[in-house]
């Protein structure tokens, strides 16, 4: 069952064959306006008349690697994750439409936190766990309003095999391996729903400088609200359409605009988190009173191919966690 669970995981987080897409993390496939229908997605009660008559079909897609390797360089804490986004809507018309549903987002993502030492591990540091989620997401946009309203699973503890996956990766590089005691210690098994949603209002400053505020909240795997500010200078912003993910942050790209050039990305944003089942509170885990980031990136986009790398800084999540973390973004787009 846990090796049937872990198929599924990599068929989710890596592209399919026959799908044109690629099979490097942070390759994206290139958007085609007018491609073919695939089939409709049934889901948020939309219905296709609600979509202004209009099939829907693959639009967009990102993928987005994120590792504090290509951060601080320690293999800790917020350690790793990959995030992949789908996007299926009517034809793209340079921003999302105001319909619920009509533009949805399948986004999956794996994900492993851990303890600084996966030999010896401190009994105050935090517990090894990997996490596997599936989310179904509605973009929308009412006038400068950006919403997002979503929900899913997340998968969590052994039988999602991420700690089987980290032990080959580490292997392959000559990491250090995960200790028998720090596994024996991880977040046991769960499944748990979760929803989330966030409103964004974009306010352009200029024709190169947009700023946007945003409020988000989640339950589920993570219960907190969160308030924020985005900031980018360059026009990679217009036309398009960026997601954020969950563990930075940073917002990569899902739809491409017309534009090309440099843009730099940054943002900052403090929550209050009532609830996480990576840090459980039958543990004696005690969580931080606000949890901080703050981050910056630096897009570059041509004709055909675009390139993303993000630093984020993120604050302590508990009380026992000794120090804060850096963490580095990849995203690699071409098209064709």
């Known amino acids: 069952m846990r090796r049937q669970i872990a198929a599924i995981a990599l068929a989710f987080l890596l592209p399919m064959p026959g799908l044109a897409e690629p099979v490097l993390p942070g390759l994206a496939e290139p958007v085609t306006q007018g491609a073919e229908p695939v089939a409709q997605v049934v889901a948020l009660g939309v219905t296709q008349g609600e979509t202004q008559n209009q099939e829907r079909h693959k639009i967009g897609y990102g993928l987005l690697f994120t590792n504090d390797l290509l951060g601080d360089g320690h293999d800790r804490w917020r350690t790793g994750s990959v995030t992949s986004s789908r996007l299926y809507g009517p034809d793209w018309q340079g921003q999302a439409p105001a319909q619920f549903g009509a533009l949805l987002e399948l986004r999956l993502q794996g994900q492993i936190v851990q303890p600084a030492n996966l030999k010896v591990p401190n009994a105050a540091d935090r517990p ?183 630093l984020t800084y993120l604050g302590k999540e508990f009380t026992g966690q000794s120090d804060s973390q850096l963490t580095g973004s990849l995203q690699l787009q071409l098209r064709f």
């Open 128 to 310: 090894w766990a990997g996490a596997l989620t599936a989310e179904l997401n509605s973009h929308m946009q009412r006038g400068s309003n950006e919403i997002l309203l979503g929900g899913g699973l997340a998968v969590i503890g052994p039988q999602t095999q991420l700690d089987r996956v980290q032990s080959w990766l580490h292997g392959l590089v000559s990491a250090p391996k995960v200790s028998d005691v720090v596994l024996n210690g991880q977040v046991a098994n769960k499944i748990q729903p979760l929803i989330s949603a966030e409103v964004g209002r974009a306010m352009t400053l200029s024709d190169r400088i947009e700023l946007r505020p945003f409020v988000e909240a989640r339950a589920g795997d993570e219960t907190y609200l969160r308030a924020g500010l985005d900031l980018t200078y360059g026009q990679l912003a217009q036309g398009g359409l960026l997601v954020r993910e969950t563990v930075t942050g940073q917002r990569y790209r899902t739809i491409q605009g017309e534009a090309t050039g440099l843009t730099l990305t940054a943002g900052a944003d403090i929550a209050y988190v009532s609830d996480s089942i990576y840090l459980p509170d039958s543990n004696g885990y005690d969580l931080a009173d606000s949890r901080r980031r703050a981050r910056v990136g630096l897009r570059w986009q041509g004709e055909s191919v675009a390139a993303f790398y993000g």
